[in-house]
């Protein structure tokens, strides 16, 4: 039998938008990973919609000539390559006699003839959007299933058709069988682990390939010889006439930095904070790209029996006020790294005082609202996704939400008490999505939850049930919010029983630093003063090393 020689080469898919409605014009980010986004996208309801297909014989000569013209590193896709136009389809996954588990896109190509000329045999099919984004800052990664192949290819394409691109040889860079993540940093355009991960074996870049103008991702197949005899394609193409097939389970991009900003407008950026208190959410790798977090989407609704409000508490150890509020939170269900098509209009921020627990076995849990914040310019950023510990993870996004406030709204620490007599006083944090009364019955609609993480400090995060307004009778949620406003019910968060306390993810920051944030240079002992005892280290360690 001849020699098997597949080649993995990837061609035109045109990028702008593939986000659902609402998303800022030119926002690059999205992410295909289940049945549906592909059909959706495969088979797309208007002419303008994002959408996948077939190559263009055109284009992909354009492709390979590319290689050819440009190449800096490595080798070229060959001109005696014969392009074949391909069948795209989406297998459903959770098939026992394949190794593919989960939904992916499949392409078959290519004739089973054993008396065909001994050449390249290729194909390729395009991710085609509707708008042109800016791929500036961005990370983008496939998961590849290359059976049998001996390359892959990845290119980008701008407006002018003008185009960078990566290629993997099998084995030698990416590893085979099965699904493997490529991931490609626009910040790094070139060849190396600071572009692409795996390494690329090749690289080719017009010198004029405008990345703030990118028009289309590029996605082709390349086998050698006229018989592979890898297995057959997955259902619904199964064998067939087609000898040449590979698959794709998720495509993404995400932005590296920045976001979007909340309903009410973009925030103004702070030159530079200080953490005054930090508890964020715990990644199951710390290395992993993006994150994945351990932790669940906890309900907070300021005006929507029966969701509780949630709360957890902290300690302020010095007077410096808060000047910035983050906390991260997810929507039920939604496994983009963009925020959903509806958004709070607002959170409402609260600071409560703390009544610790007792000796009766009760609970700690807010005591009095002292301090609030209406928050409809908030700023959302993408970090990862979640995984929950209360059963099967469903990949939903997170987000890192942050409000700066204004100078009238900081938040200063009350005057100290004998209670706390080393300056330290503990506080609650509430945080509650605002909505509109209509968009609890948009089909597009997906309630927002603060990130859960494990136990941090002192007692349970809580779910408030009911308040009480002493000053006019009102109780929780009161319209508009009243300072004020006393505990009355509410119950410990815990999971999966009562020993097993939870917390959530947030963190305070303020403008001005501590003594040990900006010390005097010299000062080795911290005491504020350079003197002789600060010499006396500097001579007791003088011409040591580190280990």
């Known amino acids: 039998m001849k020699t098997v020689e597949l080649k993995l080469l990837i061609v035109c898919v045109v990028v702008s938008c593939f986000m659902a409605a609402g998303t800022a014009l030119g926002e690059p980010t999205f992410m295909v990973d289940s049945y549906m986004q592909w059909e959706s996208l495969l088979y797309p309801e208007g002419p303008n919609e994002s959408r996948i297909g077939p190559v263009m014989p055109h284009e992909w000569y354009e492709y390979v000539e590319h290689w050819n013209l440009y190449l800096e590193e490595g080798n070229a896709i060959p001109y005696d390559t014969v392009y074949c136009y391909p069948e795209l389809y989406v297998y459903e996954g959770n098939d026992p006699c394949y190794p593919q588990n989960n939904p992916c896109l499949v392409m078959a190509w290519g004739q089973g003839d054993q008396n065909a000329p001994d050449v390249n045999y290729a194909g390729a099919w395009k991710f085609v959007y509707g708008e042109d984004p800016d791929l500036r800052d961005c990370t983008i990664t496939l998961r590849v299933y290359p059976p049998g192949m001996d390359f892959v290819s990845f290119g980008l394409s701008d407006t002018s058709n003008r185009i960078v691109s990566w290629r993997w040889d099998i084995p030698a860079a990416l590893p085979g069988p099965g699904f493997t993540t490529i991931t490609i940093n626009t910040n790094n355009i070139g060849l190396g682990t600071a572009a692409a991960v795996p390494n690329a074996s090749s690289f080719a870049a017009n010198p004029n390939f405008d990345l703030s103008n990118v028009a289309s991702f590029i996605v082709n197949e390349t086998y050698h010889d006229n018989f592979p005899g890898v297995f057959p394609a997955p259902p619904p193409g199964g064998a067939g006439t087609f000898i ?288 002789f005892y600060d010499l006396a280290i500097l001579a007791n360690n003088w011409l040591k090393s580190a280990p």
């Open 244 to 531: 040449g097939w590979n698959a794709w389970d998720s495509y993404s991009v995400t932005k590296n930095t920045g976001g979007g900003p909340g309903p009410g407008g973009a925030a103004a950026a702070r030159s530079k904070w200080y953490v005054k208190w930090s508890q964020p959410p715990v990644a199951i790798d710390p290395n992993a790209e993006p994150p994945t977090f351990i932790g669940w989407d906890e309900l907070s609704d300021y005006n929507n029996p029966p969701n509780p409000i949630v709360a957890d508490d902290w300690k302020c150890e010095d007077d410096r006020p808060i000047t910035d509020i983050h906390w991260w939170g997810s929507f039920l269900g939604w496994d983009q790294p963009h925020v959903p098509p509806v958004l709070p209009k607002a959170f409402h921020i609260g600071i409560w005082t703390d009544d610790p627990c007792d000796f009766s076995g009760d609970f700690s849990h807010p005591d009095t609202l002292v301090w609030e914040n209406y928050c409809d310019n908030w700023v959302w950023n993408f970090a990862g996704f979640d995984e929950s510990p209360r059963g099967p993870s469903m990949n939903d996004s997170c987000f890192q939400f942050t409000q700066l406030l204004s100078q009238d709204e900081w938040f200063y620490q009350e005057p100290n008490d004998p209670c706390h007599p080393n300056g330290a006083r503990v506080y609650w944090l509430s945080i509650a999505a605002i909505y509109d009364p209509n968009d609890y019955t948009d089909p597009n609609f997906r309630p927002w939850g603060w990130k859960t993480r494990e136990h941090f400090f002192n007692d349970d995060a809580v779910r408030i049930t009911n308040t009480f307004n002493p000053v006019d009778g009102t109780m929780w949620p009161p319209t508009p919010p009243k300072v004020g406003s006393t505990w009355v019910m509410g119950d410990p968060i815990f999971w999966p029983d009562l020993s097993t306390s939870w917390d959530v993810a947030f963190e305070l920051t303020t403008n001005r630093p501590t003594y040990k944030d900006n010390p005097i240079p010299g000062d080795l002992n911290g005491d504020k003063i350079v003197n």
